[in-house]
């Protein structure tokens, strides 16, 4: 089952990620959007390609040592 290959080959630590990082872009975007029309408001934003550098980063650390923790580096957004 689809289900069970993801969390028996360790998925599940970069599906978690992911989902965080989704959050956390959406919640930029609600803020965005509630402050649209707020003077002097800067719009804010996350970088979708260095989150997914931090991934890809972790993934290929992981899949050299299947044991390794894994670990997303902060892209400091």
């Known amino acids: ?3 069970s ?3 028996d080959r360790g998925a599940m630590p970069a599906l978690i990620g992911t989902l ?3 959050e956390a872009r959406l919640k930029v975007i609600a803020e965005n959007v509630a402050n ?3 003077p002097g ?3 804010k934003r996350l970088d979708a390609r260095s989150f997914q550098a ?3 980063q972790a993934l290929d ?3 050299s040592d299947p ?3 894994f670990v997303i580096k902060d892209t400091g957004q």
């Open 67 to 69: 044991n390794r923790p």
């Open 1 to 3: 089952m689809f289900i």
């Open 36 to 38: 649209a029309t707020t």
């Open 20 to 22: 965080a990082f989704n």
């Open 61 to 63: 650390a992981r899949s």
């Open 5 to 7: 290959n993801l969390t």
């Open 41 to 43: 408001y800067r719009a």
């Open 54 to 56: 931090a991934l890809r």
